[in-house]
């Protein structure tokens, strides 16, 4: 799980652990508001090694006023849009994303 808040994504996968023992839950921190962040959090998931087998990215603000992200850009725009990209490109080079299988054409 992406989170930006690390000790309420570490509540979540307990709770998902314990409705569903076994479960395997990483709890891996990005900050949309941050592409340093979102590029620490694609550089920790591809060392964990495992599939990508479902990125649904829901995550938005909505911003008042010209508020500035830590990378200068207006925060509305970089979160909900710029990040998003960078958040997905990382995970391109997979079959699944690259519109290369059957279902996709």
């Not at 900050?31 to 495992?50: C, G, I, K, P, Q």
């Not at 500035?68 to 997979?94: C, K, M, W």
Request: glycine share 6%.
């Amino acid at each position: 799980m992406a989170v930006r808040n690390v000790a309420a994504g570490r509540n979540a996968s307990e709770a998902i652990r314990a409705e569903i023992p076994g479960a395997i839950v990483h709890v891996l921190e990005m900050d949309l508001s941050s592409m340093d962040s979102v590029r620490r959090f694609a550089s920790e998931f591809d060392s964990l090694n495992l599939p990508l087998n479902i990125l649904i990215n829901n995550a938005g603000i909505k911003a008042w006023g010209c508020t500035r992200s830590v990378d200068g850009l207006e925060l509305h725009f970089a979160t909900n849009y710029i990040v998003q990209y960078f958040n997905v490109r990382p995970f391109s080079t997979d079959k699944s994303l690259d519109g290369e299988h059957e279902e996709h054409k």
